[in-house]
DNA sequence: TAAACTATATCCTATACATGACTTGCGGTT
DNA sequence: AACCGCAAGTCATGTATAGGATATAGTTTA
């Protein structure tokens, strides 16, 4: 009758995921590597294959690993048009897309406001690296991005990397280790400020799109926290329900 | 070497997840209906227990049916709060979320537009129904909606229920059988027309959030084209990646 | 009457095993 | 050197079965 808030048990097939997902979210397998195969995991667990493959399932639809018959699972890196389409929702109107390029306007290292300290859940006035950068779709300037990372994370990035590269979730795995694995955004329609439209190539005031995202690693933790201002003239942002 | 572009064989259980889905499409188990057992439909197809299990496994993950321990499986109806918010996606700034109430603004039956015709899928000029109201978010209007539908598929609706319940979806699956099971949304920024203006209480120009859906049945046939006009002071669009 | 128990039906978990499809690398052949 | 075929390793499919968890209806019991 009533519903047991604390489930009276776990299945075992869960238990195993949390074992996995540990691995991976410790770095002992990062991203890119094989891990061992169906057989070998399901012995050195002592369970059966097929609760390993039920576990393992439950990984794959949560986009934590790609598997491939006849080659094996391998944890998943943001190299791949898949995973990268992901984090990218726009969309030309006639229904073509293309990957965007980036032009830095700039990159410091300075201490958090406090909506960035909020949404990130950092201590108020803890340190962290901010990016801005204007990003071109077919040569037209579309969208502004005003990044923040916790400086702590991600260690050199305020100078690094001389040019910062294309995608750069791809960057904060491979230079970093960190993973971005879910994100949550939010969109307003705002008028465009004078810096923006300056940008955009826009009037002040025109409308715009704004979304906030907070990009999360696989526990869920804040990594990144970036507004992207678009204007939505030959792109729309794109969603299936 | 070659990717095999048309795959050289199709697992069964994917041929009896179409028997199945074609089942509940062509109205044999509607909507709220319990199907039979599993071991019930194992028999019947002539199958395994756990290859009919994967089959409506993906259905479940396709929110087309609903499976209970103890229970059964039931087709998904539009009529429980996990469906009906799947296609609300507008949240508070601070988290919380309210059900919108809605004011009719008008109801005619017409020909369709060249925009409608193509989004709906129709011959140009074809009979369509058209709705449009506003709704309200804790009493504050929030969105103005235009909704158009073909004629065919909805008989009488441009007169029949005097008043239009708050959560159409339900109504058309309730009263013509038509079931919405995916949606496709393009999001873009404009500037509120003086008629959008007046009924979301902001001024002509200002920017709002302008969202296009095209709700489709379960073979990805348009039923239903939205567009919704969102003031965003209080409410944003929210999204999981 | 109300609570506890039982029986049954359902889906869920877990195991075991056989076979098929796909990828890769290794040898041998040309 | 290039090609071909084979073998081994991997995940995918399909079957079979036993027992557990959950929901419901009916029966018994206090």
Redesign the interface.
């Known amino acids: 009758m009533d519903a047991p808030k604390f489930p009276t048990f776990r299945p075992l097939y869960q238990q195993i995921k949390d074992l996995l997902l540990e691995r991976i979210a410790s770095g002992e397998w990062s991203p890119g590597t094989y891990i061992p195969s169906e057989a070998a995991l399901a012995a050195s667990y002592d369970v059966s294959v097929g609760t390993l493959r039920k576990a393992l399932n439950e990984l794959v ?1 949560e986009n934590v690993v790609i598997r491939q018959q006849g080659k094996g699972t391998v944890v998943a890196t943001h190299d791949t048009d898949r995973v990268l389409f ?2 990218f ?1 726009l ?1 030309r ?1 006639d229904g073509e897309r293309g990957l965007p390029v980036s032009r830095p306007l700039g990159r410091k290292l300075r201490k958090a406001t406090a909506d960035e300290a909020r949404d990130l859940g950092l201590e108020p006035g803890a340190k962290v690296i901010h990016i801005s950068r204007v990003r071109d779709l077919e040569g037209v300037p579309t969208l502004v991005e005003q990044i923040t990372l916790e400086a702590a994370r991600f260690p050199g990035l305020e100078k690094d990397p001389e040019v910062l590269p294309n995608t750069l979730y791809h960057l904060y795995q491979q230079r970093f280790g960190q993973t971005v694995a ?10 465009a400020s004078a810096q923006d439209a300056e940008h955009l190539d826009v009037q002040p ?5 704004q979304i ?2 907070i990009a999360r690693d696989y526990q869920g933790t804040p990594i990144e926290r970036r507004i992207s201002t ?1 204007t ?1 003239r030959h792109y ?6």
């Open positions: 639809a992901r984090f929702n969309w109107h879910h994100a949550d955004e939010s969109l307003v329609a705002v008028a005031g025109d409308p715009v799109l906030r995202r678009v939505t729309g942002y794109f969603n299936q329900l």
